[in-house]
């Protein structure tokens, strides 16, 4: 069973930048998909940014342009960049990891389709 634990979060100025970690013990195969959903209170689980085995990616229009996913297979890591920030940005994150994926660009990433998440970090916006 794969365990997942996010780092990197932080409280940051508006239009600042974090990068975010997700650190994977156990192996992730070639044809998994690895995501980052946020959570705001109140809100529901976004998927915002998904990697196929492939390195095929996709973005949520909320983040697209801004943030950006990728990982290190050799380190077990998944990695976002997140870039000019906004004060809407402030949410719990998680990274989830789930079997037998193919990413299509454009398609909505359901966190009812990942069965692994991480214990999320915080990051906070202020304006």
């Known amino acids: 069973q794969v365990q997942l634990v996010e780092s990197g979060g932080d409280s940051i100025q508006a239009g600042g930048s974090l990068r975010l970690s997700c650190v994977a013990s156990g192996y992730i195969y070639r044809d998994d998909c690895m995501a980052w959903f946020r959570q705001a209170p109140g809100k529901e689980r976004e998927g915002i940014a998904v990697?196929?085995?492939?390195?095929?990616?996709s973005y949520s229009d909320s983040v697209k342009g801004r943030f950006t996913i990728s990982q290190d297979n050799a380190e077990n890591t998944l990695y976002l960049q997140m870039n000019s920030l906004k004060p809407d940005d402030t949410a719990m994150y998680y990274c989830?990891?789930?079997?037998?994926?193919?990413?299509?660009?454009?398609?909505?990433?359901?966190?009812?389709?990942?069965?692994?998440w991480g214990q999320g970090t915080q990051v906070t916006v202020s304006s």
């Open positions: 990697i196929d085995g492939a390195g095929t990616t």
């Open positions: 989830a990891v789930r079997s037998r994926c193919k990413v299509i660009p454009g398609v909505p990433t359901l966190a009812s389709a990942f069965r692994t």
